[in-house]
């Protein structure tokens, strides 16, 4: 396996390590889109959130909620925009699961996490869609 996250993570390649903890890595992007622009990656490799087993999830989101700490003290945003792009089609160019943390500020250009779709193209109603997910959950 040749993973760019990876080998970040084993300090094979230079890194802008900001926080590091028996479950997460934390770096500054190399490529940012805000001042502070965060990565925040579990030491595991791991493709998706859908891979994250159930034990991993509190340490790993207590080590992005300590980031988001240390930004906020550091940085003093305004606020943040925490995204995933979860799978390809999402816009997820490395296969490994990564947490954007960025911070934001008035006039900053940036829009909501609603804007990343620009013209949403619904093929099901709502409550069609509720429905189909109720149906399976019950």
């Known amino acids: 396996m040749d993973c760019l996250i990876c080998s970040l993570i084993k300090k094979e390649k230079p890194v802008y390590l900001i926080y590091?903890?028996?479950?997460?890595?934390?770096?500054?992007?190399?490529?940012?889109r805000a001042i502070g622009h965060t990565i925040v990656v579990p030491k595991r490799h791991m493709g998706t959130v859908l891979e994250m087993k159930p034990e991993e999830m509190k340490d790993f989101w207590l080590g992005v909620n300590t980031v988001l700490e240390l930004l906020q003290k550091i940085i003093k945003p305004q606020g943040f925009?925490?995204?995933?792009?979860h799978g390809k089609v999402s816009?997820?160019?490395?296969?490994?699961?990564?947490?954007?943390?960025?911070?934001?500020?008035?006039?900053?250009?940036g829009g909501s996490i609603q804007s990343v779709i620009d013209?949403?193209?619904?093929?099901?109603?709502?409550?069609?869609?509720?429905?189909?997910?109720?149906?399976?959950?019950?």
């Open 20 to 32: 590091e903890d028996d479950a997460v890595f934390a770096f500054l992007d190399i490529f940012p």
């Open 119 to 138: 013209t949403p193209r619904l093929t099901k109603a709502v409550a069609e869609v509720y429905e189909e997910i109720k149906n399976q959950v019950n």
């Open 91 to 109: 816009g997820q160019e490395i296969e490994h699961l990564h947490i954007h943390l960025m911070p934001r500020f008035e006039g900053d250009g």
């Open 81 to 85: 925009t925490i995204g995933v792009n």
